[in-house]
């Protein structure tokens, strides 16, 4: 079992720790400007952090409670927030006619319009999160609204991620998107399972 353990977060490490790794070795770093690089490295730390929140909302990660599991979600889903506004306001420092082409989508690189997507749906979950209990949303009708904005978050973030050519290595870009699209989909799935079986047992 603590093998077994052990190799969960090794798996997790090595998923979120190689890509990062290995972008700070690209030779395209030579010609930006650190606040470029900043702004780059926040976009790869919080697709790595949407990698771990369906981990941790699905009970994957040994070790945790559910009580936990709950609370790194809640503040992870912050650190995210945040890694996406320093990207942001990253980018907007060093090209702001780009940034407004983006937000605007009037942008013609590809990847600009799957990024906004992304940011407006995190920034929409960070600002319900936190309004919860002023806005009065029982716990079915934010998960109605939490799980449509997480699956646009991930599906936008990984095309965004995959379509940009830019410091990340290739292979280990690919097997994080990859990651991040299978332990989304293992959760979803698990809690559909579980919401059908209370479903069967309350109708039986």
């Not at 969960?8 to 690089?37: C, D, F, K, M, N």
């Not at 749906?121 to 997480?150: D, E, K, M, N, S």
Request: net charge positive.
């Amino acid at each position: 079992m603590k093998g077994g353990r052990f190799l969960i977060w090794a798996a997790l490490a090595v998923a979120i720790g190689a890509p990062i790794a290995l972008a700070a070795t690209s030779e395209q770093l030579a010609w930006r400007g650190p606040v470029y690089i900043l702004a780059g490295f926040a976009g790869i730390i919080a697709l790595a952090l949407v990698l771990v929140q369906p981990l941790l909302i699905g009970g994957v990660l040994p070790g945790l409670s559910a009580y936990r599991n709950r609370r790194a979600h809640h503040w992870i889903g912050g650190a995210l927030a945040l890694a996406v506004v320093i990207h942001v306001a990253g980018l907007w420092f060093t090209s702001p006619p780009d940034m407004i082409d983006a937000l605007t989508f009037s942008s013609p690189t590809p990847f600009s319009p799957f990024g906004v997507i992304a940011m407006w749906a995190i920034f929409a979950v960070a600002l319900l999160a936190g309004l919860r209990r002023q806005l009065g949303l029982r716990l079915r009708t934010w998960r109605f609204i939490h799980v449509p904005l997480a699956l646009l978050i991930v599906a936008c973030g990984v095309v965004h991620c995959l379509l940009i050519e830019g410091t990340m290595e290739t292979i280990s870009k690919a097997a994080l998107c990859a990651a991040v699209l299978a332990a989304t989909g293992k959760v979803m799935i698990d809690l559909w399972r579980k919401r059908a079986l209370r479903g069967g047992e309350l109708s039986s």
